[in-house]
């Protein structure tokens, strides 16, 4: 106890200074936990593939897919109660939502999901499991040390960071990644704190691993004549991404029809990817094995086999990720794009044979990075991912090209991306620091004011004006005197006309004054719907409804206090 208390104390002292440098050290530290993690399902996949390698020969190895997935959901749901899926955007919703918590298991829950899911065969990749296990530890030590929410926030992206960039051993693609994707925004307040842990993580797997390009090449000669052609395999990209996640998403549409444990369902998917590998080997697992051979310029299939296995890759991730198993989308985005580009490359061959492109290597690189561009919808992460992992340079100007015109593609068929889609669609994506991020902590029990003066029906306009001089509030609720449901609202304006006619004090009652077309709010609404009623009818107040009984008024002069004082708290320093 002492001894943490010393560390709450030295965090406090830096904090009241200044937390950006609380927020370098801790980012580092993360972001070391985060590489740390990465390394550790690395040699976890090679391990799998080591000892299922002697078992992939038999007449039933199809079922190893299955195997695992099945295994993968039963260690979640059973094990550490936790649901499946990619991962990320699980993050996405933490950060928009949660202010940045995350649960301590998941940590280490994804990483070994995913190790059963590809380590036995299924078409998934390292990435997404990574990012959830080192966002959930920049999480933690958040917590740890009672940081804020923009702290934990900007802790859970060193964490992402640090995760992503030892997997890869690409720090700037790491960095570019949880501002583009996971934060969504390019804050000076998450930018230094992430890159050092990018640095961090990287250092960390260079330490453990070796200083490694993933995917090493012979240098490319580009020409125009490529960097005109790269237009067509942006397009081809962008229609393969889209395939891709509608893919993913009817696959995921369809197991949810079936009425059988989520396990078997995972079981099915698997299954169904060990059947495609036995026509293509190339589809199971992450497959970079096969975008070495293609980047080398070594891969020997035909155009037609190279055809099949792009779209077999699709429909194995899709089957993989749609029926429960656990992994990312990156490594298939990669394998599949790297086919696309081969395909691509041996067409123009076909078709202009007297001009000079590039070898298929580096089609290979633009096809890679225009999946990941337009799939993400993250075209700067497809551009420095794809050169950090490849050392090519050289192809920088078609890969910004490919990237950028796929991604921007795919944007006009699938308005968010593979991560975002669900979370927009249920209206849970929220950006932080926005209006409507502060509004969604705030609920309107906490905003009700209970001190207006409600006036039963059949109450007589003398009456009321005696209310009025004794009432610091300018509208008065009716309700019904025997059910005491709310009738409508008198508000001082409507008392007006009658105020200096004091024989109409016993001839007019409330039932004839009050205005009941005035809108009202359920106390189930959200904040921001009651702030757009305010802004609609350009209302200083709006009466609160509780299954038809009055519950209260909220005022906008209190629901601005409160905003201002929930957005103090996002963006302080503790």
Known sequence: MRRRSWMFSVAGSLLRYDDRLLLIILGAVTGLAGGLAAFLLNKGLNASFEVLH??????????????????????????????????????????????????????????????????????????????ISGAAIGSNIARFFFMNERQRVTLLGCGAAGAISSIFNAPIA??????????????KVHIVPVAVASVAGT???????????????HSFQVSYYDTLGCTGLALLTAMISVALTRSIRFMHERSGEIHVPTWIKAAIGGCAVGLLGLAVPDVLGEGYHSIRDMIEGVYSPGIRIVMIACCLKVLATSFTLGWGGSGGIFAPSLVAGSFAGLVYHRLLVLLFPSAHWMGEGGYALLGMAGLVGGILQAPLTGIFLIVEITGGYEVILPLIIVSSISATVCYFFEPASIYMKDLVEKGHFLKPGTDARVLSDLSISELIDHDCTVIEAGTTLGALVKTVTCSIRNEYPVRDGLTGMYLGL????????????????????????MNVDFETAEITDSVATVLDIMDRRS?????????GYYAGMIYRATLFEHYRRELRVQTDSV
Request: net charge neutral.
């Open 539 to 547: 209302l200083g107040s709006v009466p609160v409804v509780d299954k």
């Open 174 to 187: 790491g960095l570019v990644f949880v501002l583009e994707v996971v934060l969504g925004e390019w804050s």
């Open 54 to 131: 002697s078992l992939r020969a038999s007449y039933w190895a199809f079922v190893l897919p299955g195997i695992g997935a099945a295994l993968s959901v039963l260690f979640l749901s059973h094990v550490v109660r936790e649901k499946g899926g990619h991962g990320v955007p699980e993050v996405i919703y933490s950060v928009s939502r949660l202010g940045g918590k995350l649960r301590r298991r998941s940590m280490f829950s994804r990483l070994v999901a995913s190790c059963l899911t590809i380590g036995s065969g299924g078409s998934a990749g390292p990435e997404s499991p990574v990012v």
């Open 490 to 513: 008198v508000t001082f304006e409507d008392i007006r006309p009658y105020l200096f006619d004091a024989w109409m004090y016993d001839a007019v009652f409330v039932d004839q004054i």
């Open 203 to 217: 250092e960390l797997s260079r330490f453990l691993s070796g200083n490694q390009i993933a995917f090493g090449h």
